[in-house]
Nanobody
Framework: QVQLVESGGGLVQAGGSLRLSCAAS????????MGWFRQAPGKEREFVAR????????YYSESVKGRFTISRDYAKSTVYLQMNSLNPEDTAGYYC????????????????WGQGTQVTVSS
């Protein structure tokens, strides 16, 4: 079992930046593909970014490509999401997820989830 704890959310003005962190415990971090997802009120949870378990290859949704960067620190068992040039459409709860398999953008294929951290971008 993997436990995931997100942190770093908050309130930021449009154009600002935030860095989210997700600390993993209870498993072998390097075996997991890690992903970030978000969910706005009244909307379905959607894929944001992922980083593959062995290659470290990254993949982003079109809406965040060029603004967000996902990375992982194996020594700290932590995955990060650096978010720049934020806009009000980025307002959502952000969730970290892990799966013991190849990279995917599908919500249903991730096995472990954190509780989420709220990001609010004011205009």
């Amino acid at each position: 079992q993997v436990q995931l704890v997100e942190s770093g959310g908050g309130l930021v003005q449009a154009g600002g930046s935030l860095r989210l962190s997700c600390a993993a415990s209870g498993g072998t971090f390097g075996r997991y593909t890690m992903g970030w997802f978000r969910q706005a009120p009244g909307k379905e949870r959607e894929f944001v970014a992922r980083i593959n378990r062995y290659s470290g290859n990254t993949y982003y949704s079109e809406s965040v490509k060029g603004r967000f960067t996902i990375s992982r620190d194996y020594a700290k068992s932590t995955v990060y999401l650096q978010m720049n040039s934020l806009n009000p459409e980025d307002t959502a709860g952000y969730y970290c997820a892990a799966r013991e398999g190849a990279g995917t953008t599908s919500v249903s294929e991730y096995d472990y989830w954190g509780q989420g951290t709220q990001v609010t971008v004011s205009s």
